[in-house]
Structures are given as structure tokens and as C-alpha cells.
């Protein structure tokens, strides 16, 4: 993919830029933290552009990541399901989309009624993440959730490391906001502060 100019301001860019040099915005976004703190009118045109793109280049991943993030942000999560599948698809490797995955996949329902099924797949695709990427909280933070709200409190047998491991692995690890508030818009648990308060929000 080649940009020729900034989705935000215009300014030209070359193809090599990953970001803009007059307004300093990312071409591409990767994660939720970058998209939340925007305004509605930079939003919208970040939308615009990775419309665009996957009009022209369907499995484009960069854009497939910043078109899912942006369903995903306005609660869409059929289409942000969509985008993530395809890139698991496409490019096993990119560890976000296991994570977003699950988050669009869950569709703000309750952990603890979520099929064993639907447990399972996630389970897999956050330790798929994991793999890939051992240094992001979140992700550990949604697989604590998991093995919690779901395998412990239907009183099912919880493959270790269990919850508070997994917590304790992550103490003092700090996370943004926006990340934190699109997760627990995705998926409910119990008790949040269980899970948040060894943590760093930033
Ligand atoms: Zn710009």
C-alpha cells in the first residue's frame, strides 16, 4: 500500500512515512489506546481512509487492523469481527488480532455465559497472542478474566497458571485507559476492580 497524502490534514507523505510529517498523526493504528483519545472528526476521517483502502486492497493488513479497531471503538462488533478474522487468516502473526478478536467476538455479554465452545476459542486465540507477544497486559489481563469469570465460577477444572498467577505475572504493568474501558465495554465480568487493582492505568 502507498501513501501518497495524510488521512487527517492532506499534507503529502511518501510511501515510505509511517507517519504524517506536518501533523504528526499515525497512518496506521494498532491500537485502541491511539483511536480512543481522538476526536469524533479525526475518527471519522480515519474511518473514511481504511474504507478506502479495503475497497481497493481487501486484504491490506495495516488497513484490516485500523478498520477493525474503528468498528470496534463505535461498538460495531460484527464488522470488527470480520476485519480480525480475516487478518488471522491472512497473517497469523499480528498478535492484536487475536485480541480484538475476542473482544468483538464476546459482544459485551457476561463471561460467565458464554458457551464452553466460545471458552475455549478464546482461550486458544489468548494464548495465540500471548506467544506471539508476551510483553502486552492485556492480554494476560483477559485470559485471568476468563479462567475467573468463566471456567472458576461455573465450577469448571481451570488449566494452569490460574487467575491470581496470571495477575501476579502482570503486577504493576500498566495499561491505557481507553484500552481498559474498551475492554470492560466488551466483556463483562463479576468484579472488575478483582482484576484492575494490582494494575497501572495510565
Ligand atoms: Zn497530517
Known sequence: MEISECPLCGAAAKP??????????????????????????SFNKYLKYYKELINKEPNNTEGLL??????LQMGTYPLAQKCFEQIIEHSPEISQSYYYFTLSFIKGR???SISLKEAKLIETYLNTAI?????????????????????EMNGLKVQP????????????????????????DSIKVG???????NLVLV
Open 16 to 41: 515510505s512515512d509511517k507517519k504524517c510529517n506536518y501533523c504528526k498523526s499515525e497512518f496506521f493504528v494498532t491500537s485502541i489506546a491511539y483511536l480512543g483519545n481522538m476526536d469524533s472528526g
Open 191 to 197: 468484579s472488575q476492580q478483582l482484576f484492575l487493582s
Open 110 to 112: 457476561r463471561l460467565m
Open 66 to 71: 485500523g478498520l477493525g479497531l474503528c468498528y
Open 131 to 151: 506467544q506471539l507477544d508476551d510483553s502486552v497486559p492485556q492480554y494476560k489481563l483477559l485470559l485471568a478474566m476468563l479462567k475467573r469469570d468463566y471456567f
Open 161 to 184: 497458571p490460574c487467575f491470581s498467577d496470571i495477575l501476579n505475572n502482570i503486577q504493576g504493568s500498566e495499561i491505557s485507559k481507553k484500552e481498559i474501558e474498551r475492554l470492560f
